[in-house]
Structures are given as C-alpha cells and as structure tokens.
Nanobody, 126 residues
Framework: QVRLMESGGGLVQAGGSLRLSCSAS????????MGWFRQTPGKEREEVGC????????LYADSVKGRFTISRDNAKNTLYLEMNSLKPDDTAMYYC???????????????????WGQGTQVTVSS
C-alpha cells in the first residue's frame, strides 16, 4: 500500500523559510514522478511544482519560481520542498503526490497524480 506523509509545515513570518518533507513507502520511489500542490479554503488546488524520478527534470509554478526548490533523496524515499522568501499568499495546505513514471521528467497536471498525502499546513503571517 502506497503511503505519502508530509511534514514540516508550520507558522512562519513573511520573508521566512520552511522546508517540507514527504516520506514515501510502499512504492519503488525512483520510478515515480513526484509533485507538490497546495490549496486554500474556497480555492482550487494548484500545482507548486514537480520532479522526475531521477531528479533531472523539474517544473515550477510561476508564483513560486526562484523562491521554492523541489528536491528528492531516492535513497531515503523522501521528497522535499524548500520554501524561501515566503509570502502571506503562500499560506495553504501543502500536499505531495506521486504517479508512476520511470525516467527524468514530470508533469504538473494534477490529473496525472494518483497517490496523495494528507497534507501539511503552512501559514505565513504578515
């Protein structure tokens, strides 16, 4: 059974940093493209970015480009999201997700992802 568990969320002041982690189990981790998504109440879930199984290919939403970095440690079955220069607009529940795709690349389209974590809350105060 595939399980994705996010951690690292919390309350941070604007301009600060947080590092989210997503621990995966029940899958051959490096055969899966991984993504980060976020959602605030009343809004649709949006993509943050994704990373291919080999960590070669990465994509980022324009809203986070230059501030957020996605990485993965395949030896530890863990996905990361380093978030810097945080803004109040970054406040959301953050989810990691996965889909089977051996290789270098990923897609940010949510419908491609069929494994999801429960989310971790990030709150950025002004």
């Amino acid at each position: 059974q595939v399980r994705l568990m996010e951690s690292g969320g919390g309350l941070v002041q604007a301009g600060g940093s947080l590092r989210l982690s997503c621990s995966a189990s029940g899958l051959t981790f490096d055969d899966y493209a991984m993504g980060w998504f976020r959602q605030t109440p009343g809004k649709e879930r949006e993509e943050v970015g994704c990373i291919g199984g080999t960590a070669y290919g990465k994509l980022y939403a324009d809203s986070v480009k230059g501030r957020f970095t996605i990485s993965r440690d395949n030896a530890k079955n863990t996905l990361y999201l380093e978030m810097n220069s945080l803004k109040p607009d970054d406040t959301a529940m953050y989810y990691c997700a996965a889909y089977y795709s051996p290789g270098d690349f990923c897609v940010s389209r949510q419908t491609a992802y069929n494994k999801w974590g429960q989310g971790t809350q990030v709150t950025v105060s002004s």
